[in-house]
Every structure is written in C-alpha cells, then in structure tokens.
T-cell receptor, first 111, second 112 residues
Framework: DSGVTQTPKHLITATGQRVTLRCSPR?????VYWYQQSLDQGLQFLIQ???????AKGNILERFSAQQFPDLHSELNLSSLELGDSALYFC??????????FGPGTRLTVL | KNEVEQSPQNLTAQEGEFITINCSYS?????LHWLQQHPGGGIVSLFM???GKKKHGRLIATINIQEKHSSLHITASHPRDSAVYIC??????????????FGTGTRLTIIP
C-alpha cells in the first residue's frame, strides 16, 4: 500500500458524459501527478501539481482539467467523454524530487 | 522513434534464471525510473537512478549516461517477479517539474 488513494476504483459511463476522478496523496506530499494508461498509448504523463499550483503539463486534452485543493487532494475532470478515453488513470504523489508513489488507479470505461 | 525504447517486449524464463531488461533513451536526462506493474494494475516504483548502480534485494539497476542506456537485472527469478517492467525518464529540460516519458514496458513471465 503506497498511501495514495484514488476513488472510484471503477467507473463506467457513456460517451459525452463528464466524470471526476479523485486522488488523496500520502500525508505530507505536496506534489501530485496524473497519468493515463491506455492499451494503444501506454503510460502518459498528464499534469503535475505542487502545493496547489500547476507545475507541468503533458499530453492532457483540452477536455480534461485538474486541480489541487488546499488540503492537497486533487481531482481530474474529464468531459465530453469519447470511447478513446477509456483507460486506467493513475495518480502519484511525492515529497522529494524524483520521488513518486503511485495510487491503485481508476479504471474508466466509456461505452 | 520513441524517446524511450525497451527490450525485449516480452520475456519468459524459468524460475531461478538471471533476467536482464534493457532501456535506451534518446534525450539528455536528469533521472531514470524503473517501475513494476503487477497483473492487477498497481504500479510500484523500484528505482530512481541518475548515475551508477543501485541494488535492492534481488534487483539491480544500472545506468550508463554516456551510452544513454539502463538495465534492470533480477537474480534468482521467482514467479512472483512476473509483471510488466517500465522504464521512464525525466529530461534535463524539465528542470523544476517532473514530467516523465515512459517506455512501452517489458512483460516478464517466470515459469515455476
């Protein structure tokens, strides 16, 4: 158990819908990272937050947005969902540079 | 060509064999990670390297910065080592952030 929690574990929804994935980092970790793992693209970095501020952006679609709240938990919002958004979404957190502890992931299925 | 290439893509070995998984990258990096993804999907960070060699139990990771190459070795392999092993790099240009670029992974199966 990494100490990073993600909810929900599984999410099934329809095209065009909007969902919110939640991540609670390990106690004391200021950095939160979001990743997408799909069958065809593998693991991809989406976005990093550090103490509430966006630090780095990767291959995140405009339909996706994220934020980190004052209590350091983070949410990833996915809207206008498409079939291709079906994937595992991982959150990771860390305290020091190059340290990342991964959550168990949220499996999103878009029908 | 991907920035991070792993080989082999799939590897099947007998229990007890010495395993080597390779990772080559094409950009300057500040750090390289080895990750393990279990069949259930969970990801564990095994090593972070910026130079030299690290050892943890039966796992050894090495990196050669000049050759842009890293290897992950498993000694006395066991069926519980069966997993996907993923290499990821943090580029030099990513100072101040920790964007990782991932390889496609090596699926390792250890047969009892």
């Amino acid at each position: 158990d990494s100490g990073v929690t993600q909810t929900p574990k599984h999410l099934i929804t329809a095209t065009g819908q909007r969902v919110t994935l939640r991540c609670s980092p390990r106690s004391g970790d200021l950095s939160v990272y979001w990743y997408q793992q799909s069958l065809d693209q593998g693991l991809q970095f989406l976005i990093q937050y550090y103490n509430g501020e966006e630090r780095a952006k990767g291959n995140i679609l405009e339909r996706f947005s994220a934020q980190q709240f004052p209590d350091l938990h983070s949410e990833l919002n996915l809207s206008s969902l498409e079939l291709g958004d079906s994937a595992l979404y991982f959150c990771a957190s860390g305290r020091r540079l190059n340290e990342q502890f991964f959550g168990p992931g949220t499996r999103l299925t878009v029908l | 060509k991907n920035e991070v290439e792993q080989s082999p893509q799939n590897l099947t070995a007998q229990e007890g064999e010495f395993i080597t998984i390779n990772c080559s990258y094409s950009v300057g990096i500040s750090a390289l990670h080895w990750l393990q993804q279990h069949p259930g999907g969970g990801i564990v960070s095994l090593f972070m390297l910026s130079s030299g060699k690290k050892k943890h139990g039966r796992l050894i990771a090495t990196i050669n910065i000049q050759e842009k190459h890293s290897s992950l070795h498993i000694t006395a392999s066991h069926p519980r080592d069966s997993a996907v092993y993923i290499c990821a790099v943090r580029g030099i240009s990513n100072f101040g952030n920790e964007k990782l670029t991932f390889g496609t992974g090596t699926r390792l199966t250890i047969i009892p």
